[in-house]
């Protein structure tokens, strides 16, 4: 068996109640992440530490402490609902990673209101979607992004107010409205509401193989293995300047650049400048960051400028290095090692799972290319592809599967049961990834099992891109896969096949590429159309992206006993 070191107890004895215990938690009581993030902290004698340093692109740097969080987040809630927003109401959060955002963000929580964050590169299409499946009732963003709400608005029927926060100028028309936070009379106390830990908190969409994107819908209970998670995994002290690199449009971005940092009264720094290897040391440096979490096709970026610029820089006080999102090749490893004497450490979850449920913990033997073990709590095994049964040999490959019950699994999706029921089978969780586990109890990621595609930490549904393509008037049939890409893991590749009278042509790429750009977010335009005269189908009629895939990728085609017939 293999040493765990000092986790070797936590795994021996853990269960949930621990989790709880560590947030002083009693049963009954209500629970509220808005207020274990800022007023809890405050009651433990932090209200004056920093909780963030935030960066604007242009180098404006503005400190808030917990006192300032506690009371900004009143502030909003105080806002909001004066405005009749209730407990349940989906609140969307559409804007850069500006204060507001994070703010925002705990005040929507303590009204007990479901906070509904979209990234703000979303294109309208984009955002209809995600909003229409919702009904949200209220949408928070800024001066760069209210008009793509604006365009849209009409055909949103739930949506009553559209609210911009750092512009008092702009001309308003019905629905939408201003509130400035810097102006607002800060709410001393404000009323939270009183959410137990199943009450919904967030609502993040993710996409699939079928269908629009599906809202993973979290609880309050969530923050017991955020919090948890982000001291064990991300080993947060009290001492610490922690940077998350991930925007709060997606999940690492809230679950561990929001609850969990700051349930556990951490600082940390928040950069609103885009990416730029130069800019990430020189920030770095300057707010002397202790914890990094990062993705894979950031630190591959980071590793085509070199060793050299990152010795440049003073990152004596970086001792610790995380990455989400995506497979963490064994080189980008060993480059940790060679530019700042450490590993990344990976980690491994998903919209749904809410927090870190394979991992590499502190001070364990990190294996390259692997994403470590199961987090303590968390029962993960690999299933046989066709009988779903637990597969109990080393180094076989199988889905990875997850034994419900952990506080921050999704609860739902959005108003759709037949999908998440799909979700399980057996009792187990199936996350759509394919894993080995070795004999020690190492999980080493193989692939997806669907046909999600994975664009520098993104998940893009071949769905979305494949409706937007059929839309224009030559295209008679689309297919989406990833094809490789040296920083982005993947790019999207599509493979149309025209209506009759319609040549392929790069002139008729241009205007395809054009008609989708409108609809689909800029992560899911693909970089290429390939024009064939059909798509590869199964006997049924489906088409084989996997058969396009493993063209793209030269890897072996496989079973293709269902491909329908010449
Ligand atoms: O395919 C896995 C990949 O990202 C998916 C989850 O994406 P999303 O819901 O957007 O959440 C991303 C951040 C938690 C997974 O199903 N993925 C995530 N982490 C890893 C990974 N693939 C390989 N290695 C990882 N460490």
Redesign the pocket.
């Given at each position: 068996m293999y040493d765990f070191g000092p986790y070797e107890k936590t795994y021996k004895e853990f269960n949930w109640d621990l989790a709880k215990e560590f947030l002083e938690y009693k049963e009954g009581d209500p629970l509220n992440i808005g207020w274990y993030c800022s007023d809890r902290i405050c009651q433990q004698g932090k209200a004056q530490k920093i909780a963030m340093i935030w960066e604007g692109f242009d180098g404006e740097v503005r400190k808030y402490s917990f006192n300032d969080l506690r009371l900004l987040s009143n502030t909003y809630a105080h806002y909001l609902k004066g405005l009749g927003i209730k407990p349940g109401d989906r609140v969307c959060i559409f804007m850069d990673k500006i204060p507001d955002l994070y703010i925002s963000f705990l005040g929507i929580l303590k009204l007990g209101a479901i906070a509904q964050p979209l990234f703000s590169a979303f294109g309208e299409e984009a955002l209809f979607t995600r909003m229409d499946d919702a009904d949200s009732i209220a949408v928070i963003t800024t001066r760069k992004h209210f008009r793509k709400v604006r365009r849209i608005k009409d055909q949103l029927p739930h949506l009553k107010h559209i609210i911009v926060v750092d512009d008092e100028n702009v001309r308003l028309e019905e629905r939408e409205k201003v509130f400035i936070l810097d102006k607002a009379e800060r709410v001393e106390d404000f009323n939270i509401y009183p959410t137990n830990p199943e009450s919904p908190s967030v609502l993040h969409y993710?996409s699939g193989t079928t269908g629009k994107p599906k809202g993973a819908l979290h609880v309050h209970a969530s923050i017991f293995a955020q919090s948890l998670s982000s001291k064990w995994v991300l080993d947060l002290k009290d001492e610490d300047i922690y940077w998350c690199t991930a925007d709060p449009g997606?999940?690492?971005g809230t679950s561990y650049g929001i609850i969990g940092p700051w349930s556990l009264g951490i600082t940390q720094v928040v950069y609103c400048g885009g990416f730029g290897s130069e800019k990430w040391y020189k920030l770095m440096e300057k707010f002397r960051v202790s914890v990094w979490y990062t993705a894979p096709t950031a630190i591959r970026m980071l590793m085509k400028d070199g060793t050299d610029l990152v010795k440049q820089h003073d990152l004596s006080a970086l001792r610790y290095m995380c990455?989400?999102?995506?497979?963490?090749n064994p080189e980008a490893v060993h480059w940790g090692i060679e530019a700042f004497d450490m590993p990344f450490y990976?980690?491994?979850?998903?919209?749904?799972?809410g927090a870190i449920v394979?991992t590499n913990f502190p001070g364990m033997k990190v294996k390259p290319g692997s994403?470590g073990r199961a987090f303590p709590g968390i029962t993960a095994v690999v299933l046989d592809l066709k009988s779903y049964e637990v597969i109990r040999e080393p180094n076989k490959v199988g889905l990875i599967a997850l034994k419900p019950g952990w506080p921050s699994m999704m609860r739902e999706y959005w108003n759709n049961p037949t999908v998440y029921q799909s979700k399980f089978i057996n009792g187990w969780y199936i996350?759509?990834?394919r894993s080995s586990i070795d004999s020690e109890g190492y999980f080493w990621?193989v692939g997806?099992d669907d046909d999600?595609i994975?664009t520098a930490?993104?998940?893009v549904g071949p769905f979305e891109i494949e409706s937007a393509l059929i839309e224009h008037e030559a295209v008679a049939e689309a297919a989406a896969v990833g094809k490789p890409d040296p920083v982005n893991m993947e790019v999207v590749k599509a493979f149309v096949a025209l209506k009759p009278g319609f040549e392929g042509s790069s002139d008729l790429e241009l205007s395809i590429m054009n008609f989708i750009r409108k609809k689909l977010s800029p992560l899911a335009m693909p970089q290429e159309i390939e024009f064939v005269d059909k798509l590869p189908k199964t006997r049924s009629g489906k088409i084989m992206r996997r058969l396009l895939r493993a063209m793209e990728w030269g890897e072996e085609i496989g079973d293709t006993s269902t491909l329908e017939d010449d």
């Open positions: 993710t997606w999940v690492t990455s989400v999102g995506e497979p963490l990976d980690t491994y979850w998903q919209t749904e799972t394979i994403m996350t759509g990834d990621f997806r999600v994975n930490g993104h998940l």
